[in-house]
């Protein structure tokens, strides 16, 4: 993709000027224009045409994005929790002396590893990083993980094994255009990536097909060619059924295999157990509609697959995904001009966040914390000695799983609401209560703050500068747009006085976002997610620059496998995987599907969104869809308030009859908290590789119905 300078704003429509910047939400990560007034009335927001994502569209979450700026519900005052219990306004010095004085206690007493760290895929680069050295450096724990774990992780870690790198897209959105089919499982763009949707409609435009998996006819299945109404959890024997027919029907592509692959023959002895009679009892889907799948995808001249959470967010996920690009190996697709695999990350920062040492395993630019030679290069730009770095630590659910005596007794949380977020929230309360230190660092207050000790104000997205990665893995900038209230602080600088307290703040001495990135910059230096290249200049010339990008010369690299894949031999890695059963699968008690999702009025766990009147009322409540001929046998209406029950717990909703669910499934999202949240319902089953909980699937039974 060619390089867009910024435009300048003399050269904008009058209605059109502002600042450039991007949306606070999704991993699209859309370019906004934010008008000049940086203070007074709330800035008015629109979408920047010239920006080559979104092309000047927009959600109604980014076009609401600026009332979160001076809403009357921010709390801009540091705050304590009484001895009663109820918080009290206190100073920044009183706030920062009690967390770091705790947090040193509590290390002596117990060890480092006594206090955890929990972050999100919606920081900045600048302070996913720092938060990350703030753990390893400042507290030396090995305990950190962040919210991104219940994203990406399954899609990242199938990904690193298969082509040795992970970039969520290896290829730039536009690429959608000119794909000749594009395959979608397990992703509601329509709903979660929405003005994305574009890309599709020129797709289609140009005479391409688009085939949808979903056990939803969701919005974006309503719109494809092909729409595959696949059971939750089969989504692997899908793929393996599709191999199948493609091995069967000669449709691969043997060359390729030959030449840039390993692995193939296992894969395809699994994949020939897959016939599309028995892949028809597993998923659901007719042997007619498999086989189209599959000749439209082989035969077109390009053509790629994309996956979301529906297909990874299960305990079998990361095989799930690896059946997926096992299959477009065997096509000879990846890395051929707008073709081949991709996960269309889903937080703002998932990509860079996952990047840059916020899990538990990893250090900056994708470096592992296991390998001696990676810890050594990043103890260098730290200035630490190699072995003060903690080695890996516990993944998100098992951190969150370990709290409380005997286990992490301090949790400092960074930008995520982990009380709505994670699986099986009836086991997490009563573990958040019992911690000895619960720090919250946010602008709002949430479900995860109501069980906090100390809550720290900080700046939101359109008050300080910084970058972000969005889902091609284009490095792009946030810029100030906005003045904070009196009160609030900016993250770098609570890291910055926090670790005086700790006694090494000449470590974190970074009073600026790009300060902060210039060191991140060496700190990846080498490494497979390689900023080195990427300054705030280029960025600012190129309108985003795509990692890897080793020098300041390099202009990036906007498509990844064109010649060879980042395993030593250069070759891709298949991957044999068979289908198994979920953690949870349905029984004569619990007879019934539960899955989740989103919707577009809301994002993740709805801190946010549930604070904005024009996104409240669009969708006030979640709703539990339920198709027609079970609510039929259940006496359900559109309007009844059902009580769906799995062996956890219970949660009560408002009943929406429809056929777009499949009969034997039922869906609710996932964004509100309290007695409303869908997450009372998953488990917490993981999977083996990522640690990915099991959030698209868990066993439930209609428990009441009141009409």
């Given at each position: ?515 902060a990135f210039n060191e991140l910059r060496r700190a990846t230096a080498g490494a497979p ?26 202009t990036g690299s906007p498509r990844m496998f064109t010649e060879r894949f980042a395993h ?122 990522s640690r990915m909980p099991e959030f698209k699937l868990a066993a439930v039974r209609i ?5």
């Amino acid at each position: 993709m060619s390089a867009i300078p910024p435009i300048p704003l003399s050269t904008l429509p009058e209605q059109a000027l502002g600042v450039r910047t991007h949306c606070p939400y999704c991993a699209f990560q859309c370019g906004i224009l934010m008008g000049e007034d940086l203070g007074g009335d709330m800035p008015r927001v629109s979408g920047d045409p010239h920006f080559p994502v979104n092309n000047g569209q927009l959600c109604i979450k980014g076009w609401s994005s600026a009332a979160l700026l001076q809403h009357p519900q921010r709390v801009t005052t540091p705050q304590l929790r009484d001895e009663q219990g109820s918080w009290r306004d206190a100073t920044w010095d009183e706030a920062l002396d009690f967390v770091a004085s705790k947090m040193i206690a509590l290390r002596d007493q117990y060890g480092a590893d006594a206090n955890g760290v929990f972050g999100s895929g919606a920081l900045t680069n600048e302070k996913a990083y720092l938060l990350g050295k703030f753990a390893r450096v400042a507290l030396g724990t090995a305990n950190i993980d962040y919210n991104g774990r219940f994203c990406m992780s399954s899609a990242a870690a199938a990904q690193n094994r298969a082509f040795g790198l992970d970039r969520g897209l290896p290829f730039p959105v536009a690429d959608v255009e000119h794909a000749e089919v594009v395959m979608l499982i397990g992703a509601n763009t329509a709903d979660t990536l929405p003005p994305m949707m574009q890309w599709f409609d020129r797709q289609k435009a140009a005479g391409g097909r688009l085939i949808v998996a979903d056990p939803r006819r969701s919005s974006t299945a309503r719109v494809a060619n092909l729409f595959l109404q696949v059971t939750p959890g089969t989504d692997l024997a899908l793929a393996n059924g599709l191999l199948y027919v493609a091995i069967e029907e000669r449709l691969t592509d043997e060359h390729y295999i030959a030449d840039r692959t390993t692995g193939f023959d296992a894969v395809q002895a699994i994949a020939l157990q897959y016939h599309p009679a028995r892949v028809e009892r597993l998923t659901g889907i007719p042997e007619a509609q498999l086989r189209q799948a599959v000749r439209w995808l082989a035969t077109a001249h390009s053509s790629m697959v994309l996956t979301g959470r529906g297909t990874e967010q299960h305990s079998k996920g990361v095989d799930s995904v690896h059946a997926w690009i096992n299959l477009m190996l065997a096509l000879g697709k990846v890395g051929k001009p707008n073709s081949g695999y991709g996960t269309l990350t889903g937080q703002g920062n998932g990509q860079g966040g996952r990047e840059h040492g916020q899990k538990a395993d990893q250090l900056p630019g994708y470096r592992l914390i296991e390998v001696d030679a990676h810890r050594a290069a990043v103890a260098q730009v730290w200035g630490v000695d190699p072995s003060t770095l903690p080695r890996k630590g516990k993944s998100a659910c098992e951190l969150l799983d370990s709290l409380g005596p005997g286990g992490v007794r301090s949790l400092f949380v960074m930008g995520s609401n982990v009380a709505v977020a994670a699986p099986h929230l009836s086991r997490l309360e009563p573990k958040l209560k019992s911690l000895d230190l619960l720090v919250v660092c946010d602008a709002f207050h949430n479900e995860t703050s109501a069980h906090a000790h100390v809550f720290l104000p900080v700046f939101q997205w359109a008050e300080e500068d910084g970058t972000m990665t969005n889902l091609e893995g284009r490095v792009i900038r946030r810029r100030i747009v906005a003045r904070p209230p009196t009160g609030p602080r900016g993250d770098l600088e609570v890291f910055h006085e926090l670790a005086m307290r700790l006694g090494c703040g000449e470590k974190f001495a970074l009073r600026t976002a790009e300060s902060a990135f210039n060191e991140l910059r060496r700190a990846t230096a080498g490494a497979p997610a390689d900023y080195s290249g990427i300054t705030y200049a280029k960025i600012e010339h190129q309108d985003g620059v795509f990692w890897p990008c080793p020098s300041e010369e390099h202009t990036g690299s906007p498509r990844m496998f064109t010649e060879r894949f980042a395993h030593a031999d250069g070759r891709a890695k298949f991957f044999a995987v068979e289908h198994r059963a979920a953690g949870e699968e349905p029984d004569a008690e619990f007879p019934l599907l539960f899955t989740t999702g989103r919707y577009k009025e809301h994002y993740n766990s709805g801190a946010q969104t549930r604070t904005v009147g024009r996104l409240v009322n669009a969708q006030p409540v979640p709703r539990l869809e339920i198709h027609p001929r079970l609510a039929r046998r259940h006496r359900v209406v559109t309007g009844s308030r059902v009580t769906i029950e799995s062996r956890r717990a219970k949660v009560e909703f408002v009943a929406e009859v429809t056929p777009d669910i499949r009969p034997d499934t039922l869906f609710a999202p996932f964004h509100w908290g309290g007695r409303s949240a869908a997450n009372l319902l998953t488990s917490a089953a993981l999977d083996p590789v990522s640690r990915m909980p099991e959030f698209k699937l868990a066993a439930v039974r209609i428990a009441k119905v009141k009409t």
